[in-house]
């Protein structure tokens, strides 16, 4: 907690109005472009999330009220930090304040974590793909780093799908590392098939996963046979525009939504805007 003093009345200001339950420390920031970054900050004790959800952050805005978004939790239920992967919006309200916060620096986190992108909305299959475009990676990043995933799936497809090159780096430093990873390194051993692709920068691997998965390219480069609701399982997570496109893909395949409440073949989620 800082210490009111009279020289830092504006620390003053603001640790007033911080309910203190609700306040974190950040403890380590990394930026990966000019648009995005990712950040880790103190877990309350009380927090008990499902691997996948989502939390309200932010700061305080100047008007003295709390300027909160939804941002999915990217550390997995295990890990004692929070982490979270962000773009930089710099008109944005609050990611262009964000994007400066340093190690030290207090964040809100509203503790009540929510969302569909979880095991339990999922009935159980063989394959599960999941689908991200440029944020939408953060609930994966947590759910890759999950126990629990490994061991319901016999495989797991991760795609990934960005603008540039530079923008796929979070993610493929996160499923890189699973191999090597103490607690699920030998669970992934086989399982684990990644798959990024760009859109505008040139790449090993060009095109939307969308018009890949129509013309059938992405099970042909996986060895893999088309969709299937008897096998296969899938999480969504992108813009508004990738989850329709998606969702139409995998209705076609006969995959239908599913929730907390009703378990299905596919649950999607939007790419929350920091
Ligand atoms: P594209 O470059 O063809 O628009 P954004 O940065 O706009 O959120 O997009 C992130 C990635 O998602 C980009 O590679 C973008 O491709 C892709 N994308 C955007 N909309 C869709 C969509 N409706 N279906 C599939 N991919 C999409």
Redesign the pocket.
């Known amino acids: 907690m800082t210490q009111m003093t009279e020289q830092r009345p504006v620390d003053q200001t603001v640790a007033s109005k911080i309910a203190l339950p609700d306040a974190q420390t950040v403890t380590s920031v990394r930026h990966f472009t000019d648009s995005l970054f990712s950040f880790r900050v103190t877990r309350p004790r009380s927090l008990r999330f499902r691997s996948g959800e989502f939390v309200m952050i932010g700061l305080m805005g100047e008007s003295g009220k709390p300027l909160l978004r939804a941002y999915s939790i990217a550390s997995p239920a295990w890990d004692e930090e929070l982490e979270f992967y962000s773009i930089k919006v710099q008109d944005g309200p609050l990611t262009s304040r964000l994007q400066h916060i340093q190690p030290g620096d207090e964040i809100i986190l509203r503790p009540k974590p929510v969302g569909t992108l979880v095991h339990d909305a999922l009935l159980p299959g063989n394959r599960l793909w999941l689908f991200a475009?440029?944020t939408g990676f953060a609930p994966f990043a947590s759910l890759l780093r999950d126990p629990e995933t490994w061991e319901k799936y016999d495989e797991v497809v991760v795609t990934h799908?960005?603008?540039d090159v530079a923008e796929l780096t979070y993610g493929r430093e996160i499923v890189e590392a699973l191999p090597d990873d103490p607690l699920i390194g030998e669970m992934v051993a086989g399982k684990l098939r990644y798959y990024p692709t760009?859109?505008?920068e040139v790449s090993p691997k060009m095109g939307?996963?969308?018009t890949l998965i129509e013309n059938g390219e992405v099970f042909a480069d996986l060895g893999l046979p088309p969709l299937d609701p008897g096998v296969d399982r899938a999480m969504v997570c992108?813009?508004l525009?990738?989850n329709l496109?998606?969702k139409a893909l995998l209705e076609k395949a006969g995959l239908r939504e599913g929730a907390n409440s009703d378990p299905a073949e596919f649950v999607i989620e939007k790419a929350f805007v920091g």
Do not use: K
Request: hydrophobic share 25%; net charge positive; aromatic share 6%.
């Open positions: 475009t440029g799908t960005c603008r760009t859109t505008r939307r996963i969308t992108g813009s525009a990738f496109d998606i």
